[in-house]
């Protein structure tokens, strides 16, 4: 069983790996159509990575370090 913090880690993982990946074939394609395209992915996923760090903020699936205040 997984709980929904680490769900929610999971899928941002993979949407990360994603947008490394849309990356790459942006930067190596040759042709323009393909880079347009795999450029509108990175927009995509962007767009779901920050809605996932609005759910897990409202949530309070992150868990942020502790401030170090002297």
């Known amino acids: 069983r997984f709980n929904d913090p680490e769900i929610a880690m999971f899928v941002q993982k993979d949407l990360m790996h994603g947008r490394v990946m849309c ?3 942006t930067g190596i394609s040759i042709r323009t159509d393909i880079r347009d395209l795999f450029s509108d ?3 995509q996923k962007e767009e779901y990575e ?3 760090l ?3 903020k409202e949530k309070g699936w992150i868990v942020l370090p ?3 205040l002297k």
């Open 66 to 68: 502790p401030l170090n």
């Open 41 to 43: 992915f990175i927009a």
């Open 23 to 25: 990356s790459y074939i």
């Open 54 to 56: 609005q759910l897990s």
């Open 50 to 52: 920050a809605k996932l």
